[in-house]
């Protein structure tokens, strides 16, 4: 029976503490990006013309429905054959905000949806342009009430920056990989990053919940 043994996965601290800071700006980047651009394709979705509404459904629909690490794919190595060559970083950043853009649109939608047309009707009784509603009467209702599934799909979209270990992005996990084929200490090494990523998600959530009312959709009550 093997024995238990992290001598070599602590000597290789400092690669997991760079990989764990890398996995923390794709996390904090592909969020707030990702966000914003859910909040516009919602915006979108309901407003826009038809044209760009459709565009939009056929973005949300091919995001929402296929693979992830297909789409990490694609963006890396496919976008590359025809002449667009990107490095590891920021085709996973662009891979994140897009497939993070594509279900938050969906959320913060459904938010939207969910308010009173009294209170779009008021709006508009004060000579409000769209972009006025949009930004001082609906966003920030909506995101109150969306805001937990909408942490949900952050802490998943944080979890799904592994994969981007797969195009040599140096995240925690591609630590982990790094260490594990080195040492041969694949348990041990998978430990390791099991737990990284459960803080991670942890404290994650816990932000999200102390940051919502403070400075994103404010004290107010719907």
Do not use: H
């Not at 099991?194 to 009550?221: D, E, N, Q, S």
């Amino acid at each position: 029976m093997s024995v238990l043994d992290f001598s070599a996965v602590v000597q290789a601290w400092p690669l997991f503490l760079e990989g764990l800071w890398l996995t923390c700006v794709l996390t904090a980047v592909s969020c707030l990006l990702g966000t914003l651009l859910g909040a516009a394709c919602a915006w979108g979705r309901i407003q826009g013309p038809a044209w760009l509404k459709a565009g939009l459904a056929c973005y949300v629909e091919l995001f929402r429905n296929t693979p992830f690490i297909i789409q990490i794919f694609f963006i890396f190595f496919g976008v590359a054959s025809v002449g667009l060559k990107m490095s590891a970083i920021p085709a996973s950043l662009i891979a994140l905000v897009l497939n993070l853009g594509a279900y938050a649109c969906e959320i913060i939608r459904a938010g939207i949806e969910a308010t009173p047309k009294g209170q779009i009707e008021a709006a508009q009784s004060l000579a409000l342009s769209r972009w006025q509603i949009f930004t001082r009467v609906l966003i920030a209702p909506a995101l109150a009430r969306v805001w937990p599934a909408l942490i949900s799909q952050l802490v998943i979209i944080m979890l799904a920056s592994s994969v981007c270990s797969q195009i040599s992005a140096e995240e925690v996990s591609y630590a982990a990989n790094f260490v594990a084929g080195k040492t041969f200490r694949s348990f041990e090494a998978f430990m390791v990053v099991t737990a990284c990523y459960l803080v991670l998600a942890i404290l994650l959530r816990k932000l999200l919940l102390w940051i919502g009312p403070r400075f994103v959709f404010g004290r107010m009550k719907f």
